[in-house]
């Protein structure tokens, strides 16, 4: 079994503070290249989204809210 890492992300948006866990694996797997839904498909399309972007689901959300009324 793979060490778990712990990542604690700030929202660059609204400065909020997340923790993300995955494997080391699987961490090394999104970095030499492999998308991050198949790397760490056990986290949530917010969590991966924090990981990449640094910007928490709520954020993300808000800011495209206005593309899905149209």
């Given at each position: 079994m793979s060490e778990k890492i712990?990542?604690?992300v700030?929202?660059?948006v609204c400065d909020?503070?997340?923790s993300v866990s995955c494997t080391l694996d699987q961490y090394d797997?999104?970095?030499s290249g492999e998308y991050i839904q198949n790397a760490m498909p056990q986290l949530s399309v917010?969590?991966?989204e924090l990981l990449m972007s640094k910007i928490c689901g709520e954020c993300f959300d808000k800011m495209y809210e206005e593309?899905?009324?149209e």
């Amino acid at each position: 079994m793979s060490e778990k890492i712990d990542f604690v992300v700030r929202c660059q948006v609204c400065d909020c503070y997340k923790s993300v866990s995955c494997t080391l694996d699987q961490y090394d797997r999104w970095q030499s290249g492999e998308y991050i839904q198949n790397a760490m498909p056990q986290l949530s399309v917010n969590e991966r989204e924090l990981l990449m972007s640094k910007i928490c689901g709520e954020c993300f959300d808000k800011m495209y809210e206005e593309e899905d009324d149209e």
